[in-house]
T-cell receptor, first 114, second 114 residues
Framework: GNSVTQMEGPVTLSEEAFLTINCTYT??????LFWYVQYPGEGLQLLLK?????DKGSNKGFEATYRKETTSFHLEKGSVQVSDSAVYFC?????????????FGAGTTVTVRA | DGGITQSPKYLFRKEGQNVTLSCEQN?????MYWYRQDPGQGLRLIYY???????QKGDIAEGYSVSREKKESFPLTVTSAQKNPTAFYLC?????????????FGPGTRLTVL
């Protein structure tokens, strides 16, 4: 089946530190890959996506590269800010039975201290 | 502005009562989804609908019901048969065809059973 495994948290960092959150996946076919972010008490927002192998998604200083050979989509940011404190979800989408099915990882809580 | 609205933001229910959560979108999306989120866990799919007047069970449909009478609306009823309904509920929508499967999320409703 399709599944996503992401790094367990919580992760606590100081401002301007480097952030990486590991994400690996198992999927049939050719999935699209996503990172969503959830700020406290809110819904999920799409942070970035990649739809084919070797694509790099980027947004707000975050980056992730679709690595088919290692089935990974690790999220990175070079210098985090307090405002990056949130829960981050890795997800994949596969087209099955005439619809897309989205599978989520468990989420990684990131706290950035000033 | 286009988007997804969920109401209410907070909802309290006594045991044995049914309660309906509202979800409305003005994105002209065909597909709509309901997810449940518990602390420290990823999202689990309750129900989804690809077109008006049609919907399918997700992974945890027991104790829930939905309707899709209009394209814009996909209300979720949490029935008294749901054993542990206290959770954060998220509604999402997506373009059905010719897309990567990206879903757009509402702000969520937090349901507490007293």
């Amino acid at each position: 089946g399709n599944s996503v495994t992401q790094m367990e948290g919580p992760v606590t960092l100081s401002e301007e530190a480097f952030l990486t959150i590991n994400c690996t996946y198992t999927a049939t076919g050719y999935p699209s890959l996503f990172w969503y972010v959830q700020y406290p008490g809110e819904g999920l927002q799409l942070l970035l996506k990649a739809t084919k192998a070797d694509d790099k998604g980027s947004n707000k200083g975050f980056e992730a590269t679709y690595r088919k050979e290692t089935t990974s989509f690790h999220l990175e940011k070079g210098s985090v800010q307090v405002s990056d404190s949130a829960v981050y979800f890795c997800a994949l989408s596969v087209y099955i039975s005439n619809d897309y099915k989205l599978s989520f990882g468990a989420g990684t809580t990131v706290t950035v201290r000033a | 502005d286009g988007g997804i609205t969920q109401s209410p933001k907070y909802l309290f229910r006594k045991e044995g009562q049914n309660v309906t959560l509202s979800c409305e979108q003005n994105l002209n999306h065909d597909a709509m989804y309901w997810y449940r989120q518990d602390p420290g866990q990823g999202l689990r799919l309750i129900y989804y609908s690809q077109i008006v007047n049609d919907f399918q069970k997700g992974d945890i449909a027991e104790g829930y019901s939905v309707s899709r009478e209009k394209k814009e609306s996909f209300p979720l009823t949490v029935t008294s048969a749901q054993k542990n309904p206290t959770a954060f509920y998220l509604c999402a929508s997506s373009i059905r065809q010719g897309h990567s499967g990206e879903q757009f999320f509402g702000p969520g409703t937090r349901l507490t059973v007293l």
